[in-house]
């Protein structure tokens, strides 16, 4: 048993700096297109986490997520943006004095971005956990929203409908070849906190709660506590892949968090299984590079010599549906709440050893 | 300050205002009170409606009234369907599957009606009949104001009479208290759910029908909005309760509109209220207005 | 269960490595074509040709389609149009740019409909030192800061400037109500610049007796227009979306309110007239051009060129502006001397009174046109032309 722990650790190590060397390796022969969706990619591996713990681990059917990656990629934006270019950005009612001269490294603005969202969750869910199913749902998405239309109308904070453009390109050089390593070291990052996370006296309690809280709360589990924590969690991971989404793209307005974004996360989460890292991780990647090839819909189509006209909106109604049909004729999504493990790949290597 | 005129002219227009939200909510908490299901495609039907009934007098050349009836025969059966589809195969599933196929329904239908009617408004036909403005002494009210609130009324009455007096309104009543009993004394559950549906969608149609005739610009996504506050306006009367939803109409049209009255500086802030309302209702009186504190079953 | 899944997931993921497959293709023919044909200037353009703003671009590839006709050689070489869709999208809009510069190696990039798309492209030319001309985009952010990007049309600025000017001057409001679409940053300039000039020209501190917002996609805006009847004011200023606009003129007609109404150049479009019918009568809005306003010997040209390719129409004003870029390009190409991307840009910088068919543009310190505008009126459900505003 123990030698088997030793070897899975080993398999851990090496996997990891497999990933390392995949990425060196990316980041070399990807063009910038393909560059952008590869971190696109990885952004949504890290919204999908943070979302499947509120959602597939705890039970809690949040819909909130978009205000959260508003208040990250709004902090990130303002903390790392030069006076010059916030002077050049509020052009038409000058920024707040306090705002105007704050400039941190991105690092710093990163972490600072999760923490506002943090925050921003933990005011949000003391409230509103109390409530239960759908009426947390509907409670979180008007959350949402409201923090939508606070960010339009506080010109002086946000630049309001103008939004921001002009953001600094992610890492502390300004080069373009710096953003994978640190979203997808975030992504790693991720993926390393959610499985220790999970696998934690924590972890049991979430999946407690999920399954039924009052038999939960009977077994001593403070569900207050253990709610508000996978809230928080959520709120800062997804503050993170705001400001790092905010950042890939360059330009940042209200009109970018609307529940629409919401929904593509939650259309991640429940393709690959609500409950499962693997399951996230494997379908933010597949619906990302989907959405974008099936952009073919919205265009014309060459067959054979025959032109299929393109009808603008295809794309969407293609995903709905896919979505849709998981949701009727397989729940369990992708993965269900199964997870990826060494221990099958060892079984599968070592039969002589039974 | 404000003028006795300009205020009755506020409070028309909150009336106004309310009465839609009021019909429309209605329509919402019945099928919430028999499925204990927030119905998110409710707001989608209601834009279903109003486009059936637009297609039906411009490329049809139907007479308004017959362009009305068809439109709510189709949006009824269209309602039908997506509850047969999208909602019977997970009666037995977790509540949280049943509401991702709730938003799920709403956005193809939002995507398809992208597709099939365009992205660019149409400008709805109104009837003469309600397009009318009447001048009460400087107050200015469209012929509308006055035919919403007797539809509602009408609506409701009948409503109340299906639900208490009849043979489908008992067994509503018996599955809304008792799922798993009605279908053991035999009630098809089924047929009674499809029905709800049916007539919801019925009143969603109306609903969206007369929303267009006060502002006639259609769009795939109209339905959003007046749905979600809708919804609100269900919850703030007690979700599950019929009277209620019409009271709670009211209360969200006219403190929408008074509050930009009062505080005009504050008007960008105005979708934002309805969810505060929401959300401070939510907190401090889960169960509404006009409904009981149920307390969760174990 | 878990195999259909499996199946199903598989297949989209084939389709899209198909299709990006196909599009590499494409792309790789056209660079193997670029190397057999060395007298070729390219031009580059990027619209948006499907989604939401698919209508606007159309009308733009239309212009310097026909530009393109009548000047299809410069230099005493062809000129070829690549034309690429950003497909109403801000990341599109960027990938665009990208390709017009890096696989098509374009001398000049012409458009965009819509200023966010022009910003998010606009920061891409300047990294790779290619200049633009921008159609119609009014936000002024499209060229501040950037040395590589142009525009034919005015901006938000001028066009606030020019309808205080018509309020005060044409109207003689010395009051005026603002209704702002807050969520829409078109309607929150111009509300503002209009703000600035109207206060300047009154000097009078409280010219502006009443803000009120609202939020795009809002169908009710009865409470925010109730509130002007009080406010004292002898005009409304309503910059905004289209759609929005016409329920607010229905709206305040409804609630008989007869004051002017006033707006900017989004207003132009058939389906405002279509939704607010009779009560959009009378309304006053600022934009480009306008087929009876003839600037100078170019607009005739243009107009008998559009009137040859789609009889009986009337050509749209951004029409009019990207048929100018394109002719602006060539003109800044000729006296450039080269297909030389900075020499261009050098060349359209010193631009001097280019006759255009939508008026004479000259660049100011940012590179924006100082230009003449047109104001028309709604009349008997048809837009009317009014008169020219000259800048000063």
Not at chain 2, 181 to 197: E, K, P, Q, Y
Not at chain 2, 255 to 276: K, N
Not at chain 3, 174 to 182: G, S
Request: proline share 3%; charged share 15%; hydrophobic share 50%.
């Amino acid at each position: 048993m123990k030698e088997r722990k030793n070897i899975k650790k080993l398999l851990n190590i090496g996997a990891i700096c497999f990933a390392i060397v995949l990425l060196y390796i990316f980041n070399q022969v990807f063009n910038s297109f393909q560059m952008r969706i590869f971190n696109l990619c990885g952004i949504y591996v890290i919204l999908a986490l943070s979302l499947n713990l509120i959602n597939g681990f705890v039970g809690l059917f949040s819909l909130g997520h978009a205000g959260f990656m508003a208040v990250g990629a709004y902090t990130c934006a303002l903390l790392t943006m030069s006076p010059d270019m916030k002077a050049m950005n509020f052009f038409l009612e000058p920024i707040a004095p306090w705002l105007e001269n704050i400039n941190l490294p991105f690092g710093s603005a990163l972490i600072v971005s999760g923490l506002m969202a943090a925050i921003a969750g933990a005011l949000i869910g003391a409230p509103v956990l109390r409530l239960k199913d759908d009426y947390l749902a509907i409670a979180t998405l008007g959350f949402g929203e409201i923090i939508r239309v606070i960010f339009t109308n506080t010109q002086s904070i946000t630049n309001g409908s103008l939004g921001l453009k002009g953001l600094a390109k992610i890492g502390w050089f300004n080069a373009s070849s710096e953003s994978i390593w640190w979203i997808w070291g975030i992504v790693i990052l991720t993926i390393v906190f959610m499985v220790r996370l999970i696998g934690s006296s924590y972890g049991r309690a979430f999946k407690a709660i999920r399954e039924d809280e009052i038999a939960a709360e009977a077994m001593g589990i403070n569900l207050f506590k253990h709610k508000m924590m996978a809230f928080v969690i959520g709120a800062f991971l997804a503050g993170i892949g705001g400001a790092l989404l905010g950042h890939l793209i360059g330009t940042i307005d209200p009109l970018m968090f609307r529940f629409l974004l919401t929904f593509n996360i939650v259309l991640i989460v429940v393709l690959g299984g609500t409950g499962s890292i693997t399951g996230s991780v494997i379908s933010a990647v597949i619906v990302t590079v989907a959405m974008e090839a099936l952009r073919v819909l919205d265009g014309n189509i060459e067959i054979g010599g025959y032109m299929i006209q393109g009808i603008p909106g295809m794309r969407m109604v293609v995903f709905s549906l896919l979505l849709m049909i998981v949701i009727l004729y397989y729940q369990r999504g992708l993965m269900g709440t199964n997870e990826f493990s060494w221990d099958i790949l060892i079984k599968r290597f070592k039969p002589s050893k039974h | 300050m404000m003028s006795f005129q300009t205020f009755m002219q506020h409070l028309v227009n909150g009336i106004s205002l309310g009465s839609l939200y009021a019909l429309i909510a209605i329509g919402y908490t019945m099928v919430y009170g028999i499925l204990r299901l927030i119905n998110f495609a409710h707001g989608d039907i209601f834009m279903l409606g109003t486009y059936f009934a637009f297609y039906a007098m411009t490329s049809f050349m139907l007479p308004w009234w017959a362009a009305f009836v068809i439109a709510i025969v189709l949006t009824c059966v269209f309602g039908m369907i997506i509850e047969r589809t999208a909602y019977r195969p997970l009666r037995n599933s977790p509540k949280i599957s049943v509401m991702i196929s709730a938003i799920g329904v709403s956005f193809l239908i939002e995507n398809l009606a992208i597709v099939l009617f365009g992205g660019r408004p149409k400008a709805f036909p109104i009837p003469p009949l309600f397009g009318n403005i009447i001048n009460i002494g400087g107050v200015r009210i469209a012929n509308i104001v006055f035919i919403i609130p007797v539809i509602t009324i009408i609506s409701l009455a009948i409503l109340l009479y299906i639900i208490n007096k009849t043979k489908i309104g008992m067994a509503m009543r018996a599955v809304s208290k008792d799922y798993q009993a009605s279908m053991l004394m035999g009630i098809d559950v089924n047929h009674v759910i499809s029905v709800t549906f049916g007539i919801g969608s019925v009143l969603a149609a109306i609903g969206g029908i007369m929303w267009a005739m006060r502002y006639p610009q259609l769009m795939p996504l109209m339905g959003i909005m007046p749905g979600l506050k809708c919804f609100i306006a269900a919850v703030v009367g007690g979700i599950g309760n019929i009277k209620g939803a019409v009271i709670g109409g009211f209360i969200l049209g006219l403190s929408e509109i008074l509050i930009v009255a009062f505080l005009p500086e504050l008007s960008g802030y105005r979708d934002a209220f309805a969810f505060v309302f929401l959300i401070l209702i939510l907190l401090f009186m889960p169960g509404g207005l006009m409904g009981e504190n149920i307390k969760e079953k174990v | 269960m878990k195999k259909h899944v499996a199946i199903l997931l598989i297949l989209v993921l084939m389709m899209s490595l198909f299709s990006v497959g196909c599009v590499k293709k494409v792309e790789t023919a056209q660079e193997g074509e670029q190397g057999a044909q060395e007298d070729v200037i390219k031009i580059g353009v990027f619209e948006p040709l499907t989604g939401a703003n698919a209508a606007g671009g159309e009308l733009e590839v239309q212009g310097i389609k026909l530009a393109n006709e009548k000047y299809p050689e410069v230099l005493g070489k062809k000129v070829e149009l690549v034309i690429v869709d950003n497909k109403s999208d801000k990341v599109e809009a960027a990938n665009a740019a990208t390709r017009l510069v890096d696989k098509d190696n374009v001398s000049v990039v012409l458009g965009s409909w819509g200023s966010g798309f022009s910003i998010a492209a606009g920061q891409v030319l300047k990294e790779k030192q290619v200049p633009a001309i921008g159609t119609s985009a009014t936000n002024p952010l499209v060229t501040k800061n950037n040395d590589y990007y142009y525009r034919v049309c005015f901006i938000d600025p001028f066009q606030g400037k020019v309808m205080a000017n018509y309020a005060f001057n044409e109207v003689g409001a010395k009051k005026v109500a603002l209704v702002i679409e807050k969520s829409n940053d078109y309607s929150v300039g111009l509300a503002k610049f209009f703000e600035e000039a109207f206060v300047a020209l009154t000097g009078d501190e409280n010219a502006i007796v009443s803000k009120v917002f609202y939020i795009t996609g809002d169908q009710d805006f009865s409470a925010q227009l109730t509130n002007l009847k009080d406010s004292g004011a002898e005009a409304i200023f309503a910059p905004g979306n289209f759609t929005e606009s016409a329920l607010i003129m229905k709206q305040a007609r409804e609630l008989g309110i007869d004051l002017p109404i006033l707006g900017g150049d989004t207003w132009e479009t058939p389906d405002l007239l279509d939704i607010a019918k009779e009560t959009a009568e009378g309304v006053v809005f600022s934009t480009f051009f306008d087929a009876k306003a003839t600037f100078n010997e170019n607009t005739t040209e243009f107009l008998e060129a559009y009137e040859k390719a789609y009889p009986g129409k009337e050509p749209a004003a951004v029409t009019a502006l990207s048929y100018d870029a394109y002719v602006l390009a060539i003109d800044a190409i000729e006296r450039a001397g080269s297909a030389d991307p900075k020499a261009i840009r050098d060349a359209i910088a010193a631009t001097k009174d280019f006759k255009g068919a939508a008026g004479i543009v000259n660049f100011d310190e940012n590179g924006d046109a100082v230009k003449s505008a047109v104001i028309k009126t709604v009349k008997d459900g048809k837009f009317t032309f009014k008169t020219i505003v000259d800048p000063k």
